[in-house]
């Protein structure tokens, strides 16, 4: 298979996952032990990437061209069809006001500096117009741009992790305390970190883009791209946590807000290494991130848009499907900022529901209804119901901690 191609697909997995949420982890998983932390890492990032499969496998088995509309209505009718999809369409439309409204913030302060004095807003309607003018051009410009970013956020990471080595502390991570339980807040923090490996939006434009002939690649795609977010996000665990005074991590880590550690870690790391290339790179990184999963939900968004064009049987001019991925999302933002902090309240149920629950049940069916389609078959059958059963647990939980 052409290496080009996995890697491609790779770093569309791996910039659709890691997204400006990375700042903000380690606030999820404070006040556990090293041990600890490693666990809850790894149990969501092999929940999302084994569900991940599952969906892939659910998306070769048909043909290419399809989206989450036409995937869903192959197994559950018209019924599920539009409810699946508009709710997936609903997720991926708050995230990408999300993220468009983190860049254009991240962009207003980062450009101030150089003395280019623009409101939010203005940042971001120049973002959204770039970025229409190159998926106008064609869609494979944003995959290679993709690609460019998380090559960058990567030489980013390297550089910012060589120059601060000299400055951590790493014998920090042998004597954190443990002031949380596992069992009590432990299914918490693991459902924030589930939402942090969560990529599903974009598999079936990975799978449209490998055509009939490289099906057996998506696989290797997938562990490649989603091994990527889990090694970044150790060594920025690893980094914070280095940096800062061991007896703050033991007392008062607990007590920051969420939203708050992502400007905590940055302002530490500045302090400590006063470098203007530490500065460089921690800039690049923020735009990188958000760029990244930008990027891939615009790409999941057209497809999605464009299947339900042709299951309409209205004719899919391209320049219209563009503008439908991206024009509606800033409009938004223009207008209306609570309104997305009001769905992604409840984004978390989302996240179980479409990228844990809904990939175990397609498959489900996929294998019943056709036991004979046993190639590239990507999990056991018995995995499939325990991932259910799991699945069913976690939307529960979540549910719960919304009242």
């Known amino acids: 298979m052409n290496k080009s191609i996995i890697f491609s697909g790779a770093c569309l997995i791996a910039g659709t996952t ?8 380690i606030g999820a998983v404070v006040g556990y032990n090293f041990a600890q932390v490693l666990a809850l890492y790894v149990c969501a990032w092999l929940l999302m990437t084994i569900t991940g499969l599952m969906m892939a496998e659910v998306c070769i ?3 290419a061209g399809h989206s989450f509309l036409s995937l869903i209505g192959h197994y ?3 019924f599920g069809k539009w409810a699946m999809s508009f709710v997936f369409y609903l997720l991926m439309f708050f995230l990408l006001c999300s993220y468009l409204n983190i860049l254009g913030h991240n962009s207003q302060g980062s450009f101030e500096k150089l003395g280019f004095h623009y409101s939010a807003d203005v940042w971001i309607g120049l973002w959204v117009l770039v970025l229409t003018i190159l998926m106008m051009i064609g869609r494979h410009i944003l995959q290679e741009l993709n690609a460019g970013f998380v090559v960058i956020m990567l030489i980013g990471f390297v550089v910012l992790y060589v120059i601060i080595m000299p400055h951590c502390h790493f014998s920090n991570l042998m004597h954190l305390q443990e002031t949380y339980s596992m069992t009590v807040e432990g299914p918490m923090s693991l459902l924030f970190l589930i939402n942090a490996f969560g990529f599903h939006i974009i598999i079936p434009t990975v799978r449209n883009s490998l055509g009939e002939d490289n099906l057996g690649g998506i696989y290797q795609i997938i562990w490649l791209g989603a091994i990527i977010p889990l090694i970044l996000y150790l060594l920025w665990y690893v980094v914070s946590i280095s940096l800062l005074p061991i007896e703050f991590i033991n007392s008062n880590a607990t007590q920051i807000p969420l939203e708050r550690w992502g400007l905590l870690i940055t302002d530490t790391i500045k302090q400590v290494s006063d470098s203007n290339i530490i500065y460089f790179a921690l800039v690049l990184l923020h735009f990188t991130f958000v760029l990244t999963s930008i990027i891939g939900i615009s790409l999941a968004l057209y497809d999605l848009i464009a299947d339900f064009f042709q299951t309409r049987g209205i004719k899919q001019i391209h320049a219209l499907l563009v503008t439908l991925s991206l024009v509606p999302s800033y409009l938004f ?9 009001a769905f992604l309240y409840y984004a978390g149920v989302l996240v179980i529901l479409l990228n844990v629950i809904l990939p175990a049940l397609l498959l489900a069916q996929e294998r019943s209804n056709r036991p004979y389609m046993k190639f590239y078959q990507a999990v056991p059958t018995w995995l499939i119901y325990i991932v259910i059963i799991l699945g069913i647990a976690l939307f529960y939980i979540q549910l719960i901690d919304l009242k």
Do not use: Y
């Open 18 to 25: 890691i997204g400006a949420t990375v700042l903000v982890l």
């Open 61 to 63: 088995k048909m043909p």
């Open 76 to 78: 559950w009718g018209d």
């Open 333 to 341: 933002v223009h207008f209306e900022t609570k309104g997305i902090r």
